[in-house]
């Protein structure tokens, strides 16, 4: 007998996975405290969320603004490059001090990492415990994970939300639609996962999530005025312009030193064609959020290693024929 049929023959109560998975967590959670930056993306989310509550919402895309902000708590932030309905999630926190403030969202980091963790597992890897063994192996110590716990990075809310949604397909689509709607306006990409629901044809559950952006879209416009909203949308060119990324097609535009058109907006166009490519293929949500977890790091300008979070979903797929005995 060789060691993957050894490892196959066990049997792992639900009980064990809780404990494999708690494991995980605190292996992520020991690496990413080693390994907290001088410098994180935290300060950012956290001092546009406390420019909010000063009402000076159009100043949260002012670098000088912030770091004027920040400078008591010695801290230097990068500049802020989401949209004013993330800062607006983030406000609640502003009722503590920085410190208290970044240990909190660690703490929630953890947690969603773990609920995540739990839901990739009753979602793809129910009949298949082997597998996600490998996948939690791999999620313990990647970069996707520790990164964004370290760094304070929004890529483990916005995994677990877009997880989430598929997750309560089933049960409540009303619900379902408002995690994807809220991952979506945290960070565009998660967008992509449309295409799983036009593929299967699920035109209520796109309407829900169409009506559920606009409702927070109209929301975070009146609270935080058409000027805010106009600042980002202004802004967001030059936000791709001003970092560089670790990976992705945009930064291999970039090193084959192609012109600045192709650089800026021919990237694009590889995921957009991977996208349809995927389209046909997509015979169930679960192939569609399957489909999008890899798909979703490419359609971004910017990609560092904890952008890849999504991926760990198409694991579940990996060296088998696309098919799920339980499709929606």
């Known amino acids: 007998m060789n060691f993957v049929s050894f490892i196959g023959d066990i049997t792992l109560r639900e009980r064990d996975f809780t404990v494999i998975e708690i494991v995980v967590v605190l292996a992520v959670f020991v690496q990413a405290v080693f390994v907290l930056p001088c410098r994180a993306d935290f300060p950012s989310f956290y001092y546009a969320a406390k420019l909010l509550t000063l009402g000076r919402a159009p100043e949260i895309y002012d670098e000088n603004a912030l770091v004027s902000l920040a400078c008591d708590d010695g801290v230097k932030p990068y500049p802020y490059i989401y949209n004013p309905f993330f800062a607006l999630l983030v406000v609640p926190l502003t009722a503590f001090g920085y410190r208290t403030a970044y240990w909190l ?65 089933r049960k409540n689509r009303f619900t379902s639609m408002l995690a994807l709607s809220v991952s979506t306006l945290i960070k565009l990409t998660p967008a992509v996962s449309v295409i799983a629901l036009i593929a299967t044809k699920k035109w ?114 990996s060296g088998k024929k696309l098919g799920i005995a339980r499709c929606l």
């Open 105 to 169: 969202y660690f703490l929630l980091q953890i947690t969603l990492l773990w609920a995540f963790m739990r839901i990739l597992r009753r979602e793809f890897f129910d009949n298949n415990p082997l597998q996600f063994l490998f996948v939690l192996f791999a999620l313990t110590f990647s970069g996707s994970s520790v990164k964004s716990l370290a760094y304070g990075q929004s890529n483990i809310v916005v995994a677990f939300l877009w997880l989430l949604s598929l997750h309560l397909v």
């Open 204 to 317: 209520k559950l796109l309407g829900y999530f169409i009506l559920y952006l606009a409702i927070l879209v109209l929301f975070s416009l009146f609270v935080v005025g058409p000027d805010t909203w106009s600042a980002f949308l202004s802004g967001a060119p030059s936000f791709t312009r001003r970092f560089v990324s670790e990976t992705g097609f945009r930064r291999l535009f970039e090193l084959l030193k192609l012109s600045g058109i192709l650089v800026s907006y021919g990237w694009i166009v590889v995921p957009l064609a991977l996208m349809f490519a995927s389209f046909p293929r997509i015979k169930s949500l679960k192939h569609g959020w399957a489909y999008s977890g890899w798909l979703i790091p490419m359609f971004s300008p910017l990609v560092w290693a904890h952008h890849f979070l999504p991926t760990f979903v198409p694991f579940a797929f």
